[in-house]
């Protein structure tokens, strides 16, 4: 990989994470991290009406939000989640890479609802995830209408949907996810709300 290359790929990633969780405080980041997952999660819902009842049958959910950067053969993006298991929260930061054929720029929400007891660990003591991805999607400025292959998959007691909030992008990607628990206290990102 060219220098040049390296260093628009990390600052996408920066980019990325640093959309999410504002404020200045861990607190203030925690209320933001809810706030903009529950809206990703209203629009979720919107587009996948089968999500709520995943989510009510589940044994704990996340909602994720963030973005992803597409560029020729390399994808990167990254934002925050917030896990919700008997009704207690906590936050986690995720960072995702790819390969494949790509270009564009996307903001995108997903949920993810554990139905099954050792999902729900797999994601809290690994957190890793790798899935594939064939995507075209747009959203259209003027209409807020989206023509996009939303998706809804269920493997392995995961049942996961997401959706394209804004931006255009095309590609066939083979994604990896990485998770961090956070309490936004030793966070990297210090924006003012």
Known sequence: ???????????TAIL???????GNTPEAKKANARKETQEALAEIYKEHPAARTAVN?????VVCSGSNSYLFALSTGGGICVLTEG??????????????AGIGWK????????I???????FKESGYEGQAQAEASAKYEDKG????????????????????????AAQATV???????TDFSEDFMQKSE
């Open 16 to 22: 990325g994470l640093s959309a999410c969780a504002t």
């Open 1 to 11: 990989m060219t220098k040049s290359l390296s260093i628009i790929v990390l600052l």
């Open 116 to 122: 099954k007891r050792d999902a729900l660990t797999r």
């Open 145 to 168: 209408d989206q023509a996009s292959a939303n998706q809804s998959v269920d493997i392995n007691g995961v049942k996961t949907y997401q959706v394209n909030l804004m931006g255009a």
């Open 57 to 61: 049958q589940s044994v704990g959910y």
């Open 107 to 114: 903001q995108m929400a997903y949920v993810q609802a554990f």
């Open 175 to 181: 994604q990896g996810y990485k998770y961090w628990k």
């Open 87 to 100: 009704g207690q929260k906590s936050y986690y930061r995720f960072a995702t890479g790819g390969v494949g």
